[in-house]
């Protein structure tokens, strides 16, 4: 059973990540003939697995804010099916940052744990470890940060402060760590174990924005999926293709029709068109706004956010295939980070520490007895652009780095030596050759303890019937801010046809009949 209208309209969505998946659910259950339009071969975007040799590398998720009960992202997951039967990993360390000065620093999820921990490193900084364990402990008791069919975010924190949070004590230690970012808090510590611990996290990186995450583990509300990326979006799209939406993979759209200054439908590369009521793009902004609508709808402000805003630096996703169980070894929700005598290079960017993911906590993506290890290096967009211009000089360069690797992976663990099974490298030029991705980078505007206030508006200025979703409208991107945008553009779009929203269906309905797309050839 679908929602119903007065008369059935039609929404064309780009992208099938999970913001284009998100509002091809609820738009569908809202009564909408929905098409989502895929420029790969599969869904997900960013949020993928994919297959080298016998084993799944998982491309995203580390950890998902709403994988248990209690905080409001868990209601729109369990809504658009994604965590249904799905096994969680909680760790209990959020990073594991080994040979500080000689000690390991680790990052415990429980503030009390992580209290004895860092005042056994560091006992000259108790003041700020009782401060900072005592934000955990707080923050980890507002369950309802997350939104459940309205729009909240850290971006209009202030404004549903009295709907989000109880009580004055959370209300001042947001106050009081808002304003900080990880690399001020390292600037401001003496200790060597602690500023290696903060820079590590990112020094831009908003000390808020780990409070919470922190607190949510703890409270088993920010788990790892086990199956990763792949299985997680296999199960939306699944809930999404049984409300009656269709998807149409390797239809990458070239521009947006617009009539009379209101979107009407778009046209294919290969020259189709297709019409809708509405147009929604869950695709690069970039390239959304540039290119498919040819910069006819922004004004200065869209202009600045594109010239200044920074972004998450592109990266080098690396991944290993071993041999090798790794039993024993602690699992970490970021992953574990080892200095390194020879530094790396990754394109002109230098690296004297390497962190990895070691997935010996998911039996999902090795063979028995085996594991998968990723690795996400940041690099440079420009130098793999430029070197891309040669496919064999740009593949030499990608095998000469995983060799790179290889010798500082087996330096450090070396009883992986001869027993590597397979190598992967995803550069900044195949996360834009994949999803068009603005210069490469994974996740969109960076968040900084000054964009994580930023609200960006779904809809272009003078431009009807189009609105925007997913990490380019949501600054710091990430899964829940991508589903949530999806979700909330439908809602304005109920609000437009003036009909009630409805987040959930009582039941799931099925059908083999799946829609079927009225296409125009030129």
């Known amino acids: 059973?679908?929602?119903?209208m007065a008369k059935e309209k039609s929404?064309?969505?780009?992208?099938?990540?999970?913001?284009?998946?998100?509002?091809?659910?609820?738009?569908?259950?809202?009564?909408?003939?929905?098409t989502i339009l895929e420029k790969a071969e599969k869904a997900g975007g960013q949020c993928t697995s994919w297959k080298h040799e016998d084993y799944t590398i998982n491309g995203c998720i580390h950890w998902l804010v709403g994988s248990g009960p209690g905080n409001k992202m868990y209601e729109l997951w369990k809504e658009l099916g994604a965590i249904h039967g799905t096994e969680m990993v909680n760790h209990d360390r959020f990073a594991h940052f080994e040979n500080v000065e000689g000690e390991d620093v680790i990052l415990f999820c429980d503030p009390d744990k992580l209290k004895a921990h860092l005042l056994g490193l560091a006992p000259e900084e108790k003041r700020f470890i009782h401060?900072?364990?005592?934000?955990?402990?707080?923050?980890?008791?507002s369950h309802n940060f997350h939104p459940n069919g309205k729009e909240q975010s850290f971006s209009n924190i202030w404004a549903n402060l009295g709907q989000s949070f109880k009580g004055f004590y959370v209300y001042r230690e947001i106050l009081k760590w808002a304003r900080y970012s990880c690399g001020d808090i390292a600037k401001k510590i003496e200790n060597p174990y602690l500023k290696t611990l903060f820079f590590g996290l990112g020094k831009d990186m908003p000390i808020i924005a780990i409070l919470f995450?922190?607190?949510w583990m703890n409270n088993q509300q920010a788990g790892y999926p086990v199956?990763?990326?792949?299985?997680f979006t296999a199960k939306i799209v699944d809930k999404f293709l049984a409300s009656g939406g269709a998807i149409q993979y390797q239809a990458p759209v070239k521009e947006i029709l617009v009539r009379n200054d209101c979107a009407k439908g778009i046209i294919l590369e290969d020259?189709?068109?297709l019409y809708a009521d509405y147009v929604v793009s869950a695709a690069d902004g970039y390239t959304t706004i540039y290119?498919?609508?040819?910069g006819k709808y922004k004004n200065k402000k869209i202009d600045r956010y594109y010239l200044s805003f920074p972004l998450f630096k592109p990266v080098l996703f690396a991944s290993f295939g071993i041999n090798y169980p790794f039993k024993g070894l602690e699992g970490t929700a970021l992953g574990r980070s080892f200095p390194l005598d020879n530094p790396l290079k990754a394109g002109t960017t230098v690296h004297n520490r390497l962190s990895v993911q070691i997935y010996n906590f998911d039996p999902t993506l090795a063979p028995e007895g085996k594991t998968l290890i990723t690795s996400m290096i940041e690099t440079d967009y420009e130098y793999w652009k430029a070197l891309a211009k040669d496919q064999d000089k740009y593949k030499k360069e990608k095998g000469r780095f995983l060799m790179d690797l290889l010798e500082r992976l087996t330096a450090r663990f070396?009883?992986?030596?001869?027993?590597?099974?397979?190598?992967?490298?995803a550069t900044p030029i195949t996360y834009e050759n994949y999803t068009g991705v603005y210069k490469g980078s994974y996740e969109g505007w960076r968040l900084t303890k000054d964009t994580f206030m930023k609200k960006m508006k779904k809809k272009l200025p003078g431009l009807e019937n189009f609105y925007m979703a997913g990490q380019w409208v949501e600054p710091g991107g990430g899964l829940p801010p991508s589903a949530m945008s999806g979700k909330r553009v439908i809602q304005m779009i109920c609000k437009q046809e003036k009909q009630k929203f409805i987040p959930s269906l009582p039941s799931v309905a099925t059908t083999n009949d799946f829609q079927k797309v009225i296409v125009e050839h030129n």
């Open 213 to 215: 995450t922190l607190g």
């Open 131 to 141: 401060s900072f364990t005592r934000a955990i402990r707080v923050l980890k008791e």
């Open 11 to 34: 929404i064309i969505i780009i992208g099938a990540g999970i913001a284009g998946l998100s509002a091809g659910y609820y738009g569908s259950i809202n009564g909408f003939k929905v």
């Open 227 to 231: 199956g990763g990326s792949g299985h």
């Open 414 to 425: 070396p009883a992986i030596m001869g027993k590597v099974e397979m190598m992967d490298l």
């Open 1 to 4: 059973m679908r929602g119903v």
């Open 291 to 294: 290119h498919m609508l040819q």
């Open 271 to 273: 020259g189709r068109k």
